[in-house]
């Protein structure tokens, strides 16, 4: 199977001469697959998010993500390589509050030289799909949190990424919304979406995830793939 | 206890500036950059009134002084008349002529009083002694300090005119007369020696008045020593304020527009710690609600953040002291020299007074957006810090959605909108640094084309004279306090040949006539004449031909167009009463005309008296000098090496002309508005700087939104740049208008200052071209203050940003 994301002997340390805080890990995820990182505070969850994202570059090792290194690429052709293979969904949705709903899901196509009409296509498409189409012209400071976040998931996959990030996407929400969200993400994996799901919440990840890995202090602690094989 | 009061306060006060030390920077810059300006502009208010009235005290300068008629008076009589005129003070008489000295070199001097003096002291017009000593025998003279050069040193020697048994004097000092009641100075007996026979010296008396501030006063006192003389005895006086005036004038002229400078900082000052305190406020609310809700009182926050504006401001004033004070030095030495041995520095109440009014300012500016910061609830500050803006500008972002532009761009140009006020503040310091360029480049042009209105003659490619250069540069012509010129040289700075070395004016012009190359010529002549309605000679210019190319600058009428006609100057004008299209009468030698005045010209030489008229109203005049404009393709340096081939045999030479040269106000004042500008643009830029980092620092988690979502760098900094280069282009729109109606406001009355009207050729100096550039000046000015925040917004680690709330 084709893998989406490959990372070999990935470290990542703030301070050169202290101990990494993610890392040395080796870990690859599988076109289709849905993968729930969990662990504790301070274990290295985000900063290996950050890293597949292209957001932050290891100290050692290298992330290949839909074939391709990242991990040396320029911030410019990081961010062009993010917004076409890349979707991401916030804890805190990261919407931009002045912007209408419908601009905010659009922004990453227009940034990714779509035109204006094809963009506005998409997120109808995505709207539709999400249930989100009636707060089209809203804008996000007047929207649920289960709300926000959909519209950040549909952000998130208007450029048709091949891998979908998701750090903490029910982490600011109430247990309703919290269940809409889980219900989205199931959806999407069921559709054939990757997803790579950053989690305290193990509810979450057991019902969106098709694999688990856990991270203890920056390292693979347990990786349900791993136990399934042996 | 610390200077803010608590040591609590003092604490906030230096995390708040340590925090913002781009803003406190740009606070103690743009405070620095006013201050200096508003300190060399009052310096040169201060130069252009204190030093004379200072000189003219200590010299216990002459009010009035008087020559008279020594064959209808005597000694004892004039001693007598000071107390019958009223006089607190009298100086005098003392033998005094006129007298026009040769150097070695063969050039006349022009003309110049002479008065026998035993000491350079007395109870009036105590001279400065710049250089040397006074003359204490015969065969020595003193010189007006102006004449002082490499030309014409201590020990150089002078012959008391161009005739071979003329006296030689030596020179054995220089000296300063505040009141010029002459320009030269030797021992009484070596004055009358220097009489021509049959021609006795005049008397000189020099009187003090308790009242002397008016010309009624000085035209009641001047009655008064008529009275007591009899009309035909006083054969002349001069008043104190028409010297004062002239010497007021070259400094009097730069007060305008150092004042608009002076201005022009001061409100940019007060826009950017405004906009500095009001953006720490506005994106400092919450730390404001955390503050009070551990206990500081509204007071203590007032006076935090007032603080925060006051240190770095008054490091900036300090600052700004220092360098206004280092930068007038330049002015106030060309002026002091002017002035003998007064030394002048900036003011003490300029150095106390301008910091006061910048604290003042600086503080009040501080104080409106820091009363908003005391006056906020806690739980509103605390609210209001810590959750999101939602509503503002929201329009702005579906109009500009809608526009055919690159999205970054269109979401760029939405932002100013979200801040009216500051987007106001940067518009404002844009549209300011505009008003200040517009105004310097339109100062600096007319300033130019007042240079070379005055030397038309640099105008011609080739000039040939019936003299022959000499090696040895002849003199300057001794400028009156101010910068004037004094006693008149010929016209040009070209010292008037003894005749004896002059080619014949009709052999040169068979010369000019006789070259292929020569596309057209006039010819002139400088001489003395006088004019009814003016007792003193004045300097004249007679042209022969078509003499349109040397034409002064016209503030009314027209040049001369044939003989009858005469152009003059506005003084000329003034004094005698007449205006355009009335009648003269003029002579020369023993030559009278009546000359129709067909136009006013602009030309402050020769003390704004100099008049022009045809050579042909005076056969008696000769030519000298022949103005020639070459040929298209003719090489003006072989035309000359040509013509100075035939010519120089002759006694005369042909030389190119170099392009006109600025005289050392007019450079000063050039260099001091490039200055002055170069100062408010940075404050503009610094401006721009600040409302931009305030903007990106407070967008900056949107930015990292922008970037996680695959905004690249290029594209996060135009969305950065997009609204700057907007709002600087319309700063630009409002600036460039406003600019070129302040120098339509600055430039009459600094003419008027200078005791002149401006023709339209100094004051209608914009192009088009320079308008539209300086109009895009204010988009890259914009841009380039903010070019450092946006490359910060573009290189900031998304992950970074996205961590900040």
């Known amino acids: 199977m084709q893998q989406v994301i490959e990372l070999k002997g990935v470290a990542k340390r703030y301070d050169s001469a202290g101990a990494p805080v993610l890392g040395p890990l080796t870990l690859d995820v599988a076109q289709g697959e849905a993968l729930a990182v969990t662990g504790p505070s301070g274990s290295g969850k985000s900063t290996l998010l950050h890293l597949v994202a292209g957001l932050d570059q290891p100290t050692d090792g290298t992330v290949t993500v839909a074939g391709r290194r990242i991990d040396r690429l320029s911030e410019r052709a990081r961010a062009r390589f993010r917004r076409e293979h890349i979707g991401m969904a916030f804890q805190f949705f990261h919407l931009l509050d002045d912007l209408t709903v419908t601009d905010n899901i659009q922004l990453p196509a227009r940034l990714a030289g779509a035109g204006r009409r094809d963009a506005a296509a998409r997120a109808d498409e995505l709207m539709e799909a999400l249930g989100i189409r009636k707060h089209a012209r809203a804008y996000p400071g007047r929207l649920s949190g289960g709300e926000r976040q959909r519209v950040a998931v549909a952000r998130a996959l208007v450029n048709r990424p091949a891998l979908l990030l998701a750090d903490e996407p029910t982490g600011a ?15 999407l994996h ?38 399934a094989v042996r | ?3 803010f009061g608590t040591g609590a306060i003092g604490r906030i006060v230096r995390s708040g500036v340590g925090r913002r030390r781009v803003q406190t920077a740009v606070i103690a810059v743009a405070t620095m950059m006013a201050v200096a300006s508003a300190v060399v502009a009052g310096s040169l208010m201060v ?9 003219f005290e200590r010299q216990r300068g002459a009010h009035l002084t008087a020559l008279f008629d020594p064959a209808r008076t005597i000694a004892a009589q004039l001693a007598g008349t000071g107390k019958r005129a009223g006089a607190t003070a009298t100086a005098g008489p003392y033998p005094s002529l006129v007298f026009r000295p040769v150097d070695r070199a063969g050039f006349r001097l022009p003309a110049l009083t002479l008065a026998g003096r035993p000491g350079p002291g007395g109870a009036v017009d105590r001279l400065d002694l710049k250089s040397g000593r006074w003359a204490r025998g015969s065969g020595e003279i003193v010189l007006d300090a102006s004449f002082e050069g490499p030309a014409l040193g201590i020990g150089a020697t002078v012959r008391a005119g161009d005739t071979a048994n003329a006296l030689t004097l030596t020179v054995v000092g220089f000296a300063v007369s505040v009141s010029r009641t002459a320009q030269a100075w030797a021992t009484p007996a070596q004055v009358a020696a220097l009489a021509p026979a049959g021609s006795p010296v005049t008397r000189q008396m020099l009187y003090c008045f308790d009242s002397a501030d008016t ?3 000085m035209r009641a006192a001047r009655e008064r020593l008529t009275g007591s003389v009899g009309a035909r005895a006083l054969l002349g006086t001069q008043s104190w304020l028409d010297t004062k005036r002239a010497a007021e004038q070259g400094a009097a002229a730069t007060v305008p527009f150092a004042t608009a400078f002076g201005l022009l900082g001061l409100v940019m000052s007060v826009i950017i710690v405004s906009g500095v305190i009001s953006g720490a406020v506005g994106t400092g609310l919450r730390r404001i609600g955390i503050l009070k809700a551990i206990g500081f009182t509204p007071g203590e926050i007032v006076r935090a953040y007032v603080a925060q504006a006051m240190l770095p401001a008054g490091a900036g004033i300090a600052l700004g002291v220092v360098l206004g004070n280092l930068l007038a030095v330049p002015l106030l030495s060309e002026t002091e020299a002017l002035y003998g041995n007064i030394p002048l520095a900036v003011a003490w109440w300029v150095n106390v007074t301008v910091p006061a009014a910048a604290s003042v300012v600086v503080g009040l500016a501080a104080l409106v957006p820091a009363l908003r910061a005391g006056g906020l609830r806690t739980v509103d500050a605390l609210a209001a810090g810590g959750s999101p803006r939602t509503g503002r500008g929201q329009w702005a972002h579906r109009l500009t959605g809608l526009l055919p532009l690159p999205r970054p761009v269109t979401y ?9 006020v500051r987007t106001l503040a940067m518009l404002l310091a844009v549209a300011f640094g505009t008003v200040a360029a517009t105004f310097a480049v339109g100062l600096t042009s007319s300033l130019t084309a007042v240079g070379a209105a005055q030397d038309p003659e640099s105008r011609a490619a080739v000039t040939v004279t019936t003299t022959r250069a000499n090696t040895a540069a002849p003199p300057p012509p001794p400028p009156a306090p101010g910068g004037r010129p004094g006693p008149p040289l010929a016209h040009g700075h070209a010292a008037v040949p003894s005749p004896r070395e002059a080619a014949d004016p009709a052999q040169v012009r068979a010369a000019v006539t006789a070259q292929t190359g020569t596309e057209s010529y006039y010819a002139k002549s400088e001489t003395e004449v006088t004019a009814a309605g003016i007792p003193e000679s004045l300097q004249a210019t007679l042209y022969e031909g078509d003499a349109r190319g040397g034409s002064y600058a016209m503030i009314s009428g027209h040049w001369i167009t044939g003989r009858g006609q005469v152009v003059v100057p506005t003084r000329f004008l003034e004094r005698t009463g007449t205006t355009v299209g009335d009648t003269v009468r003029v002579t020369h030698e023993k030559e009278t005309a009546r000359l129709r005045i067909v136009g006013e010209s602009f030309d402050t030489s020769g003390d704004g008296l100099q008049i022009h008229a045809a050579l042909a109203d005076f056969p008696s005049a000769e030519p000298t000098t022949f103005l020639v404009d070459v040929k298209a393709g003719v090489s003006a340096d072989e035309y000359a090496r040509k013509v100075a081939a035939v010519v120089q045999p002759l006694g005369g030479d042909a030389t190119t002309n170099a392009p006109s040269g600025q005289e050392g106000v007019i450079l000063v004042m050039s260099a001091m508005a490039a200055l002055l500008t170069a100062m408010l643009v940075c404050v503009a830029g610094l401006g721009v700087l600040n409302s931009v980092i305030l903007d990106t620092r407070e967008r900056v988690h949107d930015l990292g939104v922008c970037k996680a979502i695959g905004m690249s760098p290029r594209q996060t900094t135009s969305l950065v740049l997009a609204p700057v280069t907007a709002i600087g282009a319309l700063g630009g729109l409002l600036g460039v208008p406003a600019g070129y109606a302040l120098h339509g406001l600055v430039m009459p009355v600094m003419g008027r200052a200078a005791g002149t009207v401006l023709p339209p050729a100094v004051l209608d100096v914009y192009e088009p071209v320079q308008l539209l550039l300086l109009g895009l000046g204010g988009a890259v000015l914009a841009v380039l203050g903010a070019l450092v925040p946006a490359g910060w917004a573009a290189g900031t680690r998304t992950a970074t940003a996205l961590r900040t709330e």
Do not use: N, W, Y
Not at chain 1, 173 to 187: I, N, Q, T
Not at chain 2, 412 to 420: C, E, I, S, V
């Open chain 1, 173 to 187: 929400l109430d247990s309703a919304s919290g269940h809409d969200v889980r219900e989205l993400l199931r959806e």
């Open chain 1, 190 to 227: 069921r559709a054939g979406q990757t997803i790579v799901l950053v989690t305290h919440d193990l509810t979450l990840a057991e019902a969106c995830a098709s694999r688990t890995v856990h991270l203890v202090d920056g390292r693979i602690a347990l990786d349900s793939r791993a136990q």
């Open chain 2, 1 to 3: 206890m610390s200077l």
């Open chain 2, 47 to 55: 130069a252009a009134t204190a030093p004379f009235d200072h000189a």
């Open chain 2, 215 to 217: 010309k009624e006063q």
């Open chain 2, 412 to 420: 760029g140009l939405a932002t100013p909108f979200t801040h009216p």
